[in-house]
């Protein structure tokens, strides 16, 4: 087969030479085969299977369930929120889906008491944490000497869907701040929940109301291609659309001789996949036919590497030298470990240093007070010296009036004892 393929190349007229990339642009006249290489893709792909996380949002009881079983046409079967939490929690299911031969691994996050307390200032936290979380994991496993990417489930978040109440007026002052928090590290994509609540006029003005807050506020929305096949097909933007108004149900309502999804109502049938009453269809048509890869790639090429390029900066890792020159990994690694190894030894140093003049004071310390305890011991045996030479004089003294005493008795006792023997005589002779 190679010896047939003719090996005459034709330069192709009209080819703009770039100034900094030496290439030339060839045509072939042959078939090489590499004009397949999509169909290893998809086949490579499909046998891989695929993976997508979506965030949801919102307060208890505003839809997210509901509508997640919509978009994906199943019962996810999860169990209902209490608005009596105390912190605000987020519950994360992963789900295995099958559509023909492809297979995706769908990850639903969804908040739990968003919104339910007296104090809403800290509730955005739990959510920019749980995304900074999931960006961690996804470094830690890149700089692994062995990396294990095939086997590791890619946890990031892709989207965000965020659920507008149906106020009607203007957003709160937490979902402002709750977007403002999270638009630089996911791709949000605002809905208004239970859009079957407002008539249509009403539902202009407030869309309208809440993107010029958004707008105003600085807030970054994930912002469709405008050269995807959805848009070519329609005159509006996608991006126009935002926020979807968006209804969902999984119920079965008769319409005429079919059975469609929709809210039966006393005033009429509210149709999910009606484009005339609700923006369902466009918000399930963007999100996973047309562009469920491009948020990926966003979510990789944009937020993931704003966050890396964060962490790395914060560790001290940087592309440039102090002389403006481009600087190699190993060369930053090097010298961070030669910073730290100097850092280390400057610090056993200082704890050397530290050390001995705690031992210096500890002994001088120690040297005080075995003086203090000398002295007190000197004053002590001297006190106790003077005390016994006090005993001994006075027992000296008590010694010489016993030695007196007892002279005195016995001079005493002669006296009587002759007078009692005259008087023994007297008697005898009588």
């Known amino acids: 087969m190679a010896e047939k393929i003719k090996n005459v190349l034709s330069q192709k007229a009209g080819d703009e030479e770039k100034p900094k990339e030496n ?14 290489l999509p169909y290893q893709l998809v086949n490579r792909s499909l046998q891989r299977g695929f993976s997508f996380n979506i ?5 208890t009881g505003i839809g997210k369930t509901t509508l997640i079983n919509t978009l994906f046409n199943t019962n996810l079967k999860d169990s209902k929120s209490s ?14 889906l099958q559509e023909s031969n492809v297979h995706l691994k769908l990850t639903v996050v969804k908040t739990v008491g968003f919104g339910d307390q007296i104090n809403k200032e800290a509730s955005y936290l739990p959510v920019v944490e749980y995304i900074d979380a999931q960006f961690e994991a996804y470094l830690q496993e890149e700089l692994k000497i062995k990396r294990s990417f095939f086997e590791y489930h890619d ?20 979902d402002l701040l709750t977007m403002k928090s999270i638009d630089s590290k996911v791709n949000i ?10 008539s249509k006029s009403d539902l202009q003005k407030f869309k309208s109301k809440i993107m010029s807050e958004l707008n105003s506020s600085g807030i970054q929305l994930y912002q469709f291609p405008a050269d995807d096949e959805t848009a070519a097909h329609t005159s509006t933007s996608p991006n126009g659309l935002l926020p979807f108004a968006v209804v969902g149900s999984m119920e079965e309502v008769k319409v005429g001789k079919r059975m469609v999804r929709g809210r039966h109502y006393p005033w009429g049938v509210l149709q999910v996949e009606n484009e005339n009453h609700c923006d369902f269809v466009k918000l399930r048509d963007m999100l996973l036919c047309t562009n469920m890869e491009d948020l990926k790639e966003k979510t990789h090429t944009y937020h993931y590497e704003c966050y890396r390029h964060r962490k790395l900066k914060t560790m001290g890792f940087t592309d440039l030298g102090p002389d403006n020159k481009p600087v190699s990994f190993q060369e930053t690694y090097e010298f961070k470990r030669q910073e730290f190894h100097d850092q280390c030894q400057r610090e056993e140093e200082e704890l050397k240093q530290r050390f001995m003049q705690r031992v210096k004071e500890k002994e001088t310390a120690f040297k005080d007070a075995e003086k203090e305890l000398q002295d007190r011991f000197e004053h002590l045996k001297k006190v106790q010296q003077e005390e016994i030479m006090k005993l001994e004089e006075e027992r000296s003294k008590l010694e010489e009036e016993i030695i007196s005493f007892c002279k005195m008795k016995a001079a005493s006792e002669t006296p009587h004892s002759q007078v009692t023997n005259i008087r023994k005589d007297r008697d005898r002779k009588k």
């Open 23 to 36: 290439i030339r642009c060839l045509t072939t006249l042959g078939h090489f085969g590499f004009d397949c």
């Open 55 to 59: 965030l949801c949002v919102g307060e």
């Open 83 to 96: 608005h009596f939490y105390s912190t605000v929690g987020l519950k994360v299911k992963t789900y295995e």
């Open 155 to 174: 946890s990031r978040v892709h989207v965000c869907l965020y659920f507008i109440a149906p106020t009607g007026h203007s957003l709160k002052s937490l």
């Open 189 to 198: 994509i605002p809905l208004i929940a239970k859009a079957d609540t407002i």
